[in-house]
């Protein structure tokens, strides 16, 4: 067969690292490929529903825009996805993945099931493009790492280690290509998916597949920045005070959103309902919210630009923040597929204003800068939820591309991390892997 014949001449020709290197491009050309499919259809979906997202940043305003309208737009994406789902993808999970993804990587084969690569590209841009509140980002790691195993399967590879490498090179690809952000990417799977267990080796496999993925979502998507430049002006040593308590403030609140996201989903769970009747009760209660507060509706990446140059009002951006924070958990909770990365840098922003705003009623003779404080939140907020400190400070950095904000990155993400840490030792992606060893040895303990 072809196949057989492709596959001799492949193993024979490739050997080494050689090999692993044009796994890596290929992988990383089909996960760039696939993030610019993302990006472009849910920004078509959002744009032929949405007009809320570009212009008018006061209460008022937003409140004149209230349309009943609002209230079914997610409910059609929720009903598509039980509908298709319910004849073509059955088996597939539903609700947030991504941790039982790390799971399969690190405890179990690591054989990543094709159909999920088709499931993900599919839902993923009409769920978040039709308003509901997740992100893109978990799904095309997931995508990534799909393509990783696909390409270890087709080449036959038992080699449980190796296959690891691939996938964790295909999340890199789709972190860094949907983000435009190469460095992030190597960091995700290094701190996130492969849980900081890596040999020098690999990193150069994980680095090739990230740029690959990244050039090639640039050729369909532009090169430049995804949030753009800051309005960062450095003042003094004394900002850092500011800096430090911002960092306790996020920690904190992290750990509030990590208990209420899994309690929404123990909420769902617990519903006597049919399970696929529980998306579409998600996806109402996102659209009441959207009806009062159409800005939080979505992925939400023009609101945070507005956030992070100080153009919402502090009433506002207080809102939006319970928003936000309220119908990630709902939405991911409820049953439908998303990731909680594009949520995290939306609370964040807006919980770092908020902040922002607070500080400077509190002290009106300081120059503190709501736009910079949006930023820094973005960075803590994601570093303490995950627990990976340099993918939440470089991913900042480069979706803003200004490396002066770095020192500010270092100070608040380390602090709220710590501070989260302290007071909720898990991550969010790693407090269902503890649950699940946690099951499987009481299970070899009872069968003992």
Do not use: C
Not at 380 to 392: D, E, I, R, V, W
């Amino acid at each position: 067969m072809l196949k057989d014949r492709l596959k001799s001449w492949y193993n024979e020709a490739m050997t080494g690292t050689t090999r692993d290197i044009v796994l890596a491009v290929l992988i990383g050309a089909l996960a760039g490929l696939s993030s610019a499919f993302i990006i472009k259809t849910e920004g078509l979906i959002e744009g032929l529903l949405y007009s809320t997202h570009t212009q008018g940043m006061s209460l008022q305003h937003i409140f004149r825009l209230k349309n009943l309208v609002i209230l079914f737009l997610p409910l059609t994406g929720a009903i598509f996805y039980i509908v298709i789902k319910s004849i073509f993808f059955k088996e597939q999970k539903m609700g947030y993945s991504f941790p039982d993804f790390i799971v399969n990587v690190n405890r179990r084969e690591a054989k990543i099931d094709p159909m999920s690569i088709i499931y993900l590209l599919l839902f993923t841009p009409i769920i978040i493009g039709t308003g509901n509140m997740a992100g893109v980002e978990g799904p095309i790691a997931q995508i990534g790492g799909g393509f990783g195993s696909f390409m270890s399967g087709i080449l036959g590879d038992e080699d449980r280690k190796k296959r690891k490498l691939l996938i964790a090179s295909g999340t890199a690809a789709g972190i860094a290509s949907i983000f435009n952000a190469p460095i992030t990417g190597v960091f995700f799977a290094v701190e996130i998916v492969l849980l900081g267990e890596y040999e020098l080796t690999a990193i150069s496999v994980i680095v090739i597949s990230a740029v690959t993925a990244t050039l090639v979502t640039r050729t369909f998507i532009g090169n430049r920045p995804m949030l753009g430049t800051p309005l960062y002006v450095y003042a003094g040593v004394h900002e850092f005070i500011g800096y430090i308590f911002l960092g306790m403030f996020v920690g904190a609140f992290s750990v509030l959103f990590e208990r209420w996201f899994f309690k929404a989903a123990d909420y769902f769970k617990a519903m006597r309902v049919r399970a696929m009747t529980k998306p579409l009760l998600g996806s109402i209660v996102v659209g009441i919210i959207g009806v009062l507060l159409p800005m939080s509706l979505g992925n939400g990446y023009p609101v945070i630009r507005m956030a992070l140059l100080g153009k919402i009002s502090f009433v506002l951006i207080g809102f939006l923040f319970i928003a936000k924070f309220i119908g990630t958990g709902i939405t991911i909770g409820s049953g439908l597929p998303g990731g909680i990365y594009a949520p995290s840098l939306y609370i964040g922003a807006m919980l770092g204003g908020t902040i922002g705003y607070a500080f400077r009623y509190l002290f009106p003779g300081s120059l503190v800068s709501v736009g910079v404080y949006s930023t820094l939140g973005m960075a803590a907020f994601l570093a303490s939820l995950t627990h990976a400190p340099f993918t939440g400070i470089f991913l900042v950095f480069e979706l803003t591309n200004d490396y002066r904000m770095i020192l500010p990155f270092m100070i608040t993400a380390i602090i709220a991390m710590l501070i989260k840490a302290r007071l909720f030792p898990d991550s969010i992606e790693h407090f269902p892997i503890r649950e699940y060893i946690k099951r499987i040895e009481q299970k070899d303990g009872h069968g003992s």
